[in-house]
């Protein structure tokens, strides 16, 4: 339904957008400067090797993950460690695995106390040890070891999906309280089309006096009358035998209801997927400042709270620590234990008037009640890096002899709103009236 049908594919893009964005990035809290920039180069360089297929780099393994968890409701990623003569920055690399691959039906008891279930092996105390995967995807066409499992320990795959109640151990699409009403939907749009389309036909019917062969007529396949079998399409010329007639149902159009129907039913499937209609529809017909802004502020709330419980969590920090454990044993970093130390920031949130928004930071910021690295994180930057570059960009433009500074004086800035406040409403007595 998320790859066919059109409103579950935008809402699965939308979603991913602003799930992961450009991507969740970590800011080390390191507090050596030296060590920490080394450590931030060192992570950028193996992004771009992260991705074991080699098709993607780390962020976008992260955009695939959020979309596979709207999808099926899980994913799950295996560490590759690699040699240091592979010539990666660090030698690991991830291998994101379908859920379909870890199969719902494997269940079994083991000895010690261990059992599997739904493909998860579990021990006595309820903990996991392994995972049972197929070795092949069930849609390759490949035979070779078809329905066999290998066995791979819990320490080598992340498992991300959301869980929603206790004792849960597999994830559930993010789009399944939405799949009833959008394949009933998608139905009802495919027959509304085919209603439109006979009732779109031109045809012309040819009635005979007998029912002899007329010359240059063309070999179409008729009936044991001699009748021509023919579909009907736009143009068409149809032979009808002597006192043959032709009927046509009428069926009633539906008028206004189908825009209403489609209105209703896709706010119902916008909410069981909790993306704004605007999101998924693109429909901006009825939108406004006000209920822009309140759709967004709800929808950011819950990708918040699935970005850090569930992506940060269970994806971005248990990559990190490997990354630090893999990254020391190669002599790449040093090996100390306080290098897992690290801050993730989620992309930034556009809104609908970013004007009012900034001004309400800048504010906040002066009264004491935000500081400039909130406000910086909250855009998706590392507050110490923006710094750096900005004391970088105005040392080399004292260099340079370059000067940008174009803002106003403070008495100035608002004397002048004053003057343009009395040439745009002027005083009411000059105006003989109301200054409305």
């Known amino acids: 339904m998320a790859r066919s049908n059109p409103y579950a594919s935008n809402a699965a893009s939308s979603f991913t957008a602003h799930a992961v964005g450009a991507g969740i990035k970590p800011s080390s809290l390191v507090e050596d400067a030296g060590l920490k920039d080394q450590l931030q180069r060192l992570w950028l360089d193996w992004t771009d090797e992260a991705d074991a297929d080699g098709v993607t780099d780390f962020y976008g393994l992260q955009a695939m993950v959020a979309r596979a968890l709207f999808e099926a409701g899980e994913c799950f990623i295996r560490f590759r460690v690699r040699r240091v003569e592979d010539g990666l920055s660090v030698p690991l690399q991830l291998q994101l695995l379908p859920a379909e691959q870890l199969p719902l039906e494997k269940s079994a008891t083991l000895p010690y106390g261990r059992e599997v279930l739904m493909g998860i092996e579990f021990d006595a105390r309820g903990q996991r040890r392994a995972y049972h995967f197929l070795k092949n995807h069930p849609g390759d066409i490949r035979q070779l070891g078809r329905g066999e499992t290998v066995r791979i320990p819990a320490s080598e795959i992340i498992h991300i999906f959301q869980p929603l109640q206790e004792g849960q151990i597999r994830g559930l699409p993010w789009i399944a ?12 749009d495919d027959a509304e089309l085919d209603r439109k389309k006979v009732a779109a036909m031109f045809a012309a019917f040819i009635t005979r006096p007998q029912a002899e062969d007329v010359m240059g007529e063309d070999d179409a396949p008729r009936d044991d009358d001699g009748a021509a079998l023919l579909g009907l399409q736009p143009g068409t010329m149809q032979l009808l035998l002597p006192g043959e007639d032709i009927k046509f149902s009428d069926p009633a159009d539906v008028g206004g209801s189908y825009e209403a129907f489609q209105y209703r039913t896709l706010l119902a499937c916008c909410s ?90 800048i504010e906040a910021i002066k009264a004491g009640l935000k500081s400039r690295s909130d406000v910086i994180e909250s855009e998706g930057y590392d507050a110490e890096e923006v710094d750096r570059r900005i004391a970088a960009d105005q040392q080399r433009e004292r260099e340079l002899g370059l000067s940008f500074e174009t803002t106003q004086s403070a008495p100035a800035a608002e004397q002048r709103e004053d003057i343009d406040e009395e040439i745009l409403v002027p005083d009411a007595r000059e105006s003989g009236g109301s200054a409305a």
């Not at 609908?352 to 928004?357: G, T």
Request: aromatic share 12%; hydrophobic share 40%.
């Open 177 to 188: 309280p939405a799949l009833p009403k959008l394949w009933l939907l998608d139905q009802y």
């Open 272 to 361: 069981a997927m909790g993306v704004p209609y605007t999101n998924v529809t693109g429909d901006l017909r009825q939108a406004n400042y006000s209920s822009l802004r309140e759709g967004k502020l709800e929808f950011r709330r819950r990708m918040e709270q699935f970005q850090h419980n569930t992506l940060i969590f269970q994806l971005c920090r248990p990559v990190w620590n490997r990354w630090v454990r893999e990254a020391a044993l190669s002599g790449a970093i040093p090996n100390h234990y306080q290098l897992k130390q690290v801050k993730w920031i989620p992309p930034k949130w556009d809104w609908v008037d970013p004007l009012k928004d900034r001004k309400a930071e």
